[in-house]
């Protein structure tokens, strides 16, 4: 399998990674990956940063490089790849006996709708993307807030794994479900919404489907309606009603905050 490094420490394991990309970096290959249980500083959606006592949470972030594959994925594609790399995550989880499923756009929970890890994703240098997650693994010690759980919670003590074995197994998961959705995706670089079967895996898991949601979104907009289906690239497909509540329209978002507020977690196994 492609080298995974351990860092006892570090500020973030995705900016790491970025700055063994730039020029004069010793770089890190297709598939390899960086992963800590000491990350001082890290990064989330919007500019969020956060830090997290050492030995309570895994930080990984995977280097993939589409462009380079065989056959090569489309940039057009990209903006999947949080959303197939958080759908691997979820496997991982309930393969310890987790109850966890995905929220729109990179969140995966569990049952009861408390957070166990994040995903972010980033173009490196040379048009690569940096694939970072935060999996929350131990709070006996305390929960640091009331919207976060950790693999603690749902399982014994005897039977935690270790951040760094967590780290393997997450990471041979994502480089799988990647290159089964690269291999899965149309040869004439077509355009891929939910329908598509290379990304059944994602919509399987994606309880924010159905439900009725509220999205901030960037510039202060609020959205609120039925997520109805993912469109291109894995935008949010939401139905509102419009002109006196009697008529319904469907609006694609492609960023922002999005809150579930009704509806049955049909996902969460």
């Not at 509220?214 to 609020?222: K, M, Q, S, T, Y």
């Amino acid at each position: 399998m492609t080298e995974m490094i351990w860092l006892e420490t570090v500020d973030s394991t995705q900016d790491e990674l970025l700055r063994r990309l730039a020029p004069g970096g010793p770089g890190l290959p297709d598939g390899g990956a960086l992963a800590s249980a000491d990350q001082r500083a890290g990064r989330g959606r919007q500019g969020r940063t956060w830090t997290t006592p050492p030995g309570t949470a895994l930080a990984l972030t995977v280097h993939l490089t589409p462009a380079a594959w065989r056959p090569p994925v489309g940039v057009q594609h990209y903006s999947w790849l949080s959303l197939v790399v958080a759908s691997a995550v979820v496997d991982v989880v309930r393969e310890l006996g987790v109850p966890a499923h995905l929220k729109w756009p990179n969140d995966v929970l569990v049952a009861d709708g408390r957070k166990l890890c994040g995903v972010l994703a980033a173009v490196t240098p040379g048009g690569g993307v940096a694939v970072g997650m935060g999996v929350n693994v131990d709070h006996r010690a305390g929960v640091p807030v009331e919207t976060a759980t950790a693999l603690s919670d749902w399982m014994p003590a005897e039977e935690l794994p270790t951040p760094r074995d967590l780290a393997a197994r997450i990471h041979a998961a994502v480089l799988d479900r990647v290159r089964g959705w690269a291999a899965a995706l149309p040869a004439d670089g077509g355009v891929v919404d939910g329908t598509h079967g290379c990304v059944a895996g994602v919509v399987d898991h994606l309880s924010t489907l159905g439900r009725q949601v509220r999205a901030e979104l960037p510039g202060g907009e609020v959205l609120e309606g039925e997520a109805v289906g993912l469109g291109p690239g894995g935008t949010l497909r939401v139905a509102f009603a419009t002109g006196g509540h009697e008529k319904m329209a469907v609006r694609e978002i492609s960023a922002g905050d999005v809150v579930h507020l009704r509806g049955d977690v049909r996902r969460a196994h």
